[in-house]
C-alpha cells in the first residue's frame, strides 16, 4: 500500500527591484530564470522595468513615469520608487507573507536627493525595522567577513571602533553563524587594523589597547577566537578553512580580498534584523543599466543565500 508524500512548503522569497534606472530589474530576472522552482518567488517592483520571467509573483506598485523613463539616470523619482518597494516589502515581511528578501541595488544619490537621508539598505532597513544592532556581513563560497565599521573615511575608522562595539559584532557574528549558517561550533578569527596588527603596539596602540583585551574577555564565552592577527595572515588561514568567519575592522580590509577570490558568489547579509536579508555585491552599474549584458551571478547567489539561511532558521 503507497504511502502519501508529505511535502515541506517552500521558502518565500520577496525580491525588491532597487533603483528601476539600475541594473536590479535585469539581474532579478536573469536569477530567477535560473533559479525557478526553488522558492516561493515574489518581486516588488514597476512592471515598465520588469516582465516576469519563471512564474514568480509579480508586485506593480506602478510608481515611476514610463513616458520620461530612461535607463543609467539618477534621479529623486527612481530614489523614491526604490524606497517604496523598501517599504512594500517590509510590510510583507511583518505580515509574514515573504520569509526573507532579496534586495537588488539602489542608488545613495538617488534616494538622498528624494529626502531620504540614509547610506544604503543596511541603515534603512535597521531604522525602519526597529533593529537595535546589526552588522554587515559580506561574503562568497570561500571567506566570510563581519564588518566593524562601514561606509565611513578611512581617516574615521580608528576613532569610531570602540570595545563594547567591537563586542556586539564578535557576538553577533557568532550568533549568526549558528543561527543561518548551522554552524554549531563557530571559528572566528579578529584582524588588527595596523599593519602587521601593529608588531606589539610598535604600528600604532588600537590592538594592544582595545582589539585584544576585547577578544580576551570574549573568549570563555566563545567557542574558539582567535586575534588580533596581521590581515593578510587572518585572510589566507580562512581561505584555507582554519576559520569560520573573519572580523574586518573596515570596509576595504574585507571587499579587496572577496571580489579577488571570488567576485560572482559575493553576496551581502544583514545580521541583526529581525528577518533574513541578502543582496547582490555589486551597486546599480548605471553605465550598462538596460543593455542587457549585466551578469546575474552575485544577485543569484544571494537568492540562494537567502533560502539556506531561512530554511537553517526554520530546522536548527
Known amino acids: 500500500m503507497s504511502q502519501a508524500t508529505s511535502h515541506k512548503p517552500k521558502v518565500k522569497v520577496g525580491i525588491t527591484i532597487g533603483d528601476p534606472s539600475g541594473i536590479g530589474p535585469e539581474v532579478a530576472k536573469k536569477a530567477l530564470r535560473k533559479l525557478k522552482g526553488l522558492a516561493d518567488f515574489t518581486v516588488i517592483g514597476d512592471a515598465a522595468v520588469y516582465k516576469k520571467a519563471a512564474g514568480e509573483k509579480f508586485l506593480d506598485l506602478n510608481n515611476i513615469d514610463k513616458k520620461k523613463f530612461a535607463y543609467g539616470k539618477i534621479k529623486a523619482e527612481y530614489g523614491k520608487a526604490a524606497i517604496e518597494y523598501l517599504d512594500k516589502a517590509l510590510e510583507l515581511l511583518r505580515k509574514r507573507e515573504i520569509d526573507c528578501l532579496v534586495t537588488a541595488p539602489i542608488s545613495k544619490e538617488a534616494i538622498n536627493l528624494a529626502g531620504f537621508h540614509y547610506s544604503g539598505h543596511t541603515e534603512y532597513l535597521s531604522k525602519n525595522s526597529g533593529s537595535k544592532f546589526t552588522v554587515m556581513m559580506l561574503l562568497n563560497d570561500k571567506l566570510k567577513f563581519s564588518l566593524v565599521t562601514r561606509h565611513i573615511p578611512l581617516s574615521q575608522v580608528s576613532a569610531t571602533i570602540s570595545g563594547r562595539e567591537l563586542a556586539k559584532v564578535i557576538s553577533l557574528t557568532n550568533?549568526?553563524?549558528?543561527?543561518?549558517?548551522?554552524?554549531?561550533?563557530?571559528?572566528?578569527?579578529?584582524?588588527?587594523?595596523?599593519?602587521?596588527?601593529?608588531?606589539?603596539?610598535?604600528?600604532?596602540?588600537?590592538?594592544?589597547?582595545?582589539?585584544?583585551?576585547?577578544?580576551?574577555?570574549?573568549?570563555?564565552?566563545?567557542?574558539?577566537?582567535?586575534?588580533?592577527?596581521?590581515?593578510?595572515?587572518?585572510?589566507?588561514?580562512?581561505?584555507?578553512?582554519?576559520?569560520?568567519?573573519?572580523?574586518?575592522?573596515?570596509?576595504d580590509q574585507a571587499l579587496i580580498p572577496l571580489k579577488l577570490s571570488d567576485r560572482a558568489s559575493g553576496v551581502n547579509l544583514t545580521l541583526g534584523l529581525p528577518f533574513i536579508r541578502t543582496s547582490p555585491l555589486h551597486g546599480t552599474a548605471f553605465d550598462i543599466a538596460g543593455k542587457n549584458i549585466a551578469s546575474a551571478d552575485s544577485m543569484a547567489a544571494a537568492i540562494k543565500l537567502s533560502i539556506k539561511c531561512a530554511l537553517n532558521q526554520k530546522n536548527p
Request: some cysteine; hydrophobic content about 45%.
Open 175 to 251: 550568533q549568526s553563524l549558528k543561527g543561518l549558517f548551522g554552524i554549531k561550533k563557530p571559528r572566528i578569527v579578529v584582524c588588527g587594523l595596523n599593519p602587521h596588527a601593529s608588531d606589539h603596539g610598535i604600528i600604532g596602540k588600537e590592538e594592544v589597547e582595545l582589539i585584544a583585551p576585547i577578544i580576551g574577555k570574549l573568549k570563555p564565552h566563545l567557542y574558539a577566537i582567535h586575534g588580533p592577527i596581521s590581515a593578510d595572515v587572518a585572510i589566507h588561514e580562512a581561505k584555507e578553512g582554519k576559520f569560520d568567519a573573519i572580523i574586518a575592522m573596515y570596509h
